[in-house]
């Protein structure tokens, strides 16, 4: 059985526990270093990322988590996630991990807009889909979100609205979405983890 650990420090963890256990995934709860022994991906959820930051300071997470995606580990980054996954996080007043070659822009949407959902093209997405999944958008849940400002060479742009925002994104072991997968049923981005898990995710570490 595959092992994904979820960090679980704040936010909503328990949903991507729930849809990784729906893979048929083994999904521990990380809370401290010792929790990231053995595992083999990574997802730091959506929540409050000056919060995620501060309790992964605290329980001296933070060094791990860097030196485990520079070996390699497949990590995905939703919303908050994504902003410490990045490597500038406009607006974030919290040390990052410093990882991916993006930068974000901390609750980018602005105030009159800070929910949304938005059904998104994601063609990367058909690699993991059935027959009958293939080419289907994806609905997207937006929450207080951030979104992706710049991307650096080696970065693969997964998904963007209509207008261009950027809203999902890919550099080798490491993934990022704005928008929050776990909260809907469809399967599938969790999937496209998994398969990144799976297929040894080509080695560009970031
Ligand atoms: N606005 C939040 C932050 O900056 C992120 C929101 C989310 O993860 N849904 O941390």
Known sequence: MRRIGVLALQGSFIEHIALLERLGVEPPAVKLPKDLVGLEGLIIPGGE???????????KLMDELKRLAKDGLP????????????????????????L???????????RQVESFEADLLIPAL???????EKGKSFHAVFIRAPWIKRVGEGVEVLAALDEG???????GNLL????????????????YFLNMV???HNGMAA
């Open 100 to 110: 991916m070659d993006i930068t974000v822009e901390r609750n980018a949407f602005g």
């Open 176 to 191: 990022a979405t704005a928008f929050h997968p776990e909260l809907t049923e469809d399967i599938r981005f969790h999937r």
């Open 49 to 59: 990322s000056t919060t995620i930051s501060k309790l992964a300071a605290t329980y």
């Open 165 to 171: 925002v950027i809203v999902a994104a890919r550099q």
């Open 75 to 98: 990590m995905w980054g939703t919303c908050a996630g994504m902003i410490l996954l990045a490597r500038e996080s406009e607006g974030a007043t919290q040390p990052h991990l410093d």
């Open 198 to 200: 799976e297929s040894g």
């Open 126 to 132: 058909d690699v993991v889909s059935s027959e009958e």
